[in-house]
């Protein structure tokens, strides 16, 4: 398989001494903490993880919206951080983003056909013609209609309003897409109406998309790979159907026993495993895993020495003292 994007080592620390509030001491936020994976060509990313696990930070990390603290991304063997602005610019035709507010991500003052035609506006040399022709073929393209173009956002339901979004990031071809939970303030319905057209586009158009959720049941059912992060730091990374049969860390097993499972038989009849105290501060991480205060298998290794990311099995990536070892009962 040919790889798109690979992230090597990224960081993102935010100086707590720089906002509004001033405390004493070289305190950081650690958002995102030494985070490494690989991203292939026409295969869906996702990644899932508690709010406030980093998910989105690293996202627009990836794409330099914000600047990483130390790590590479390359894009197609591109040193994303050696861009210059204007170079960065021309490249951003590539890589695009759908954001999770699908209201306050789209102008309220511009219509719909607006909105869609600004990326060409700005980045290509086609005619007024041809924009009104590539608008409305995105229009159609996301399953909505041409007569759309002169409306507004406010007149769109929040479905609606994630299609003119996706449409707007499908104007210029891009060939990677990050989608920073576009469904999570959507019904469940609606959830599944967006995921089946983002899954059709990338069937249609070869798209490669890193999904960022925190439903891991819906991920698992666009993704190709799953991620799941805690605190900053990827936990286990591997195939999507691979991860749910055989989940090697025990943040992940506890995640997948959540699921809600549709049998009300099964449903009372299984035991979910719920996770004791609240998640750390990233502020000031536990040393050791940083998922040990609320692991309900951890030692005293577990709280005195990081463990290793490493491929556990082939294509199966694990950070654990005790992968497959111990399981969460």
């Known amino acids: 398989m040919e790889k798109l994007l690979r992230v090597e080592n990224i960081s993102k620390y935010f100086d707590l001494k720089s906002g509004l509030f001033k405390f004493g001491g070289a305190q950081v936020v650690r ?22 696990c980093g998910k989105s ?3 627009r990390v990836i794409l330099r919206l914000q600047e990483p603290t130390s790590g590479t991304v390359y894009f197609e063997d591109t040193n994303l951080s050696l861009l ?44 007024q013609h041809e924009i009104r022709a590539r608008t409305y073929e995105l229009l159609n393209l996301v399953g909505l209609k041409p007569s759309h173009a002169s409306r507004f956002p406010h ?9 003119i979004n996706i449409a707007r990031t499908l104007a210029l071809y891009p060939s990677f897409v990050i989608c920073d939970e576009p469904i999570s303030a959507l019904d469940v319905s609606i959830q599944a109406q967006v995921v089946n057209l983002l899954r059709d586009l990338q069937k249609e158009l070869g798209i ?6 925190h439903d891991l049941s819906m991920v698992k059912y666009i993704s190709d790979r799953i991620a799941v992060m805690y605190l900053g730091k990827i936990m286990e990374l591997a195939g999507s159907d691979l991860l749910f049969a055989n989940p090697l860390h025990p943040y992940t097993q506890s995640l997948i026993s959540a699921i809600p499972i549709p049998s009300p038989q099964e449903e009372r009849m299984r035991k979910a495993v719920v996770l004791e105290g609240e998640v750390p501060s990233p502020v000031n991480p536990p040393a ?12 005293d290794l577990c709280s005195s020495s990081e463990p290793d990311y490493s491929e556990h099995n082939p294509g199966h990536f694990v950070a654990c003292h005790y992968a497959a070892v111990r399981r969460v009962e």
């Open 84 to 127: 210059k602005p204007e170079e960065l610019r021309r490249f951003r035709i590539k890589m695009q983003i759908v954001f999770q507010d699908s209201y306050s991500s789209l102008n309220p003052r511009h219509s719909i056909g607006e909105i869609i035609a600004e990326p060409m506006t700005i980045h290509t040399r086609m005619t």
């Open 57 to 59: 930070t690293l996202g």
């Open 155 to 163: 007149e769109f339901s929040g479905g609606q309003r994630q299609r």
């Open 288 to 299: 050791g895993c940083v998922f040990h205060t609320r692991c309900p298998v951890a030692d």
């Open 208 to 213: 490669t998309f890193l999904f960022i959720a």
């Open 31 to 52: 958002a995102v903490d030494n985070v490494s994976f690989e991203l292939y060509k026409n295969q869906t990313l996702g990644l899932v993880g508690e709010s406030g």
